[in-house]
């Protein structure tokens, strides 16, 4: 009978974060792999857990994950964990994942933090729709191709950023974005935890002004604000507001909200009325 495969959170800062089922599997798995058996064994031992780890990481991942998937195979259950947060959602895992899937083997998530979701929930910033993509990347040419293609994204954007290139990548955002709302998510469920909210630009210059800037950060940005064009005839803009109940002029006033124009202005428009 093969063994499970656990996907378990772990607290991206607060001990206190970690979940009671969490700990519950932590001791009663076979091992756990893990990215930095350092970082993981002061996680362990501050919650009296001692284990067989294994390290499980971006330059060994391919060949461990295959014999992670050979002890799986043979009945013990393991765990992976990362650093911080939930594992895979930009740490390494994937692989082991669809090799132990591939395998037949059970795999069940354990969740618990991320500071995707504890930076959002915070930020201020619409949370209907939002888009997770990782890490900026580390040049500036890179990172506005990028924004450039995330520009006419409805949702809120968030990336994970390093503290030494965070002023650079909202000076790109400013550039290629302009004047959107920004959430810089820094040192989130640790002492110095802190929200900095307003423009790009305004964000840069609160973190410019200190001497350092330091700590884990995750930045947001919030979805324009700019209605996108609606190339509909005016004409057949006003009937359809007429067809769901509104009075002539009513619909013009309406359509001319939606535009942006003015309702004389779309009123001129659909009758060819020059006012004259």
Avoid at 9 to 25: F, K, Q
Avoid at 158 to 166: A, G, L, S, V
Wanted: charged share 25%; hydrophobic share 40%; net charge neutral.
């Amino acid at each position: 009978m093969t063994g499970t495969l656990y996907i378990i959170a772990t607290p991206i800062g607060n001990l206190e974060d970690i979940t009671l089922r969490a700990l519950r599997v932590l001791r009663e798995v076979d091992w756990i792999a893990c990215e930095d058996t350092r970082q993981t064994r002061k996680l362990l031992e501050h919650f009296g857990i001692a284990k067989p780890m294994f390290s499980y990481h971006d330059h060994n991942e391919a060949a461990r994950a295959a014999e992670l998937v050979e002890r799986l195979n043979s009945g013990g259950s393991g765990a992976l964990v990362s650093d911080a947060g939930t594992p895979l959602i930009s740490d390494p895992g994937y692989r082991l994942v669809r090799a132990a899937i591939a395998a037949g083997i059970s795999v069940v998530p354990i969740p618990g933090a991320s500071a995707v979701v504890s930076a959002l929930s915070a930020a201020g910033l619409p949370t209907d729709a939002f888009r997770f993509c990782g890490f900026l990347p580390p040049k500036s040419s890179q990172r506005r191709k990028i924004l450039e293609q995330l520009k006419p994204d409805t949702a809120t954007v968030i990336f994970y950023e390093t503290p030494h290139r965070i002023l650079e990548a909202l000076d790109d955002v400013t550039a290629v974005m302009g004047p959107r709302p920004v959430v810089v998510a820094r040192e989130l469920t640790k002492l110095h935890e802190e929200f900095l909210r307003g423009t790009a630009a305004e964000v840069h210059a609160v973190l410019a002004s200190r001497p350092s800037v330091k700590g884990e950060i995750t930045l947001l940005i919030g979805k324009t604000d700019v209605v996108q064009a609606d190339d509909t005839p005016l004409e057949d803009a006003v009937r359809a507001a007429e067809q769901q109940g509104l009075p002539r002029m009513e619909a013009i006033k309406q359509v001319a909200r939606q535009r942006g124009l003015s309702k004389r202005e779309v009123y001129r428009l659909i009758t060819g009325d020059g006012g004259r």
